[in-house]
């Protein structure tokens, strides 16, 4: 069965960064593109960006661009996400998610998450 | 960036009860939408994809209708399961974008 295995819970101080990675398995790893997409503490759901695991190629929201870094090591089906800088504002919880087989950018497993704190 | 607009943000039911909830979009984005339930402590699950397409293994009572900008997601007959909040998302383009939210609480 399709599983995605996040890292756990980081405590970062403001201007840190994290990364946080994301284990697949149960499937062709290169198969499907994987995304990130963190839930601040309001609940809200944001869209950070993707990776194609076949080539590397990524592409990441405006909001983040410059800040965040997706990159996968394919011998260990693995995918990183990176951010830097961090704020209090970036205090969420952060999901891998992958992509669906069918067309779409939509998301049929989801990592379970790895709370991120960024405190002083 | 396209704008999800959910309604309502907090919704009372009970078991038995069909419940619909509408995702609204700041713009056209024909049938490319995505509905989640998440549960607390929990990542979000697909529920609906292309707006009306049921996902492999969620149950019939979960539908879903519309296309352009006005977006409903129905469950009949509601389970204790279903308890939860439910979130669409659009994939017209970049930026991906999700609603709001709805909470489907126990009356």
């Known amino acids: 069965q399709v599983q995605l295995v996040q890292s756990g819970a980081e405590v970062k101080k403001p201007g840190a960064s994290v990364k946080v990675s994301c284990r697949a398995s149960g499937y062709t790893f290169s198969s499907n593109a994987m995304h990130w997409v963190r839930q601040t503490p309001g609940q809200r759901l944001e869209w950070m960006g993707w990776i194609n695991i076949g080539n590397g190629n990524t592409r990441y929201s405006q909001k983040f661009q410059g800040r965040v870094t997706i990159t996968r090591d394919t011998s260990a089906s693995i995918v990183y996400m990176d951010l830097s800088s961090l704020r209090s504002e970036d205090t969420a919880v952060y999901y891998c998610?992958?992509?669906?087989?069918?067309?779409?950018?939509?998301?049929?497993?989801w990592g379970q998450g790895t709370l991120v704190t960024v405190s002083s | 960036d396209i704008q999800m607009t959910q309604s309502p943000s907090t919704l009372s039911a009970s078991v038995g009860d069909r419940v619909t909830i509408t995702c609204r979009a700041s713009?056209?984005?024909?049938?490319?939408l995505a509905w989640y339930q998440q549960k607390p402590g929990k990542a979000p699950k697909l529920l609906i994809y292309k707006a009306s397409s049921l996902e492999s293994g969620v149950p019939s009572r979960f539908s879903g209708t519309g296309s352009g900008t006005e977006f409903t997601l129905t469950i009949s007959n509601l389970q204790p399961d279903d308890f939860a909040t439910y979130y669409c998302q659009h994939y017209l383009n970049y930026p991906l974008t999700f609603g709001g939210g709805t909470k489907v609480e126990i009356q």
């Open positions: 713009q056209s984005i024909s049938t490319w």
């Open positions: 998610a992958r992509l669906g087989t069918l067309n779409g950018d939509f998301f049929d497993y």
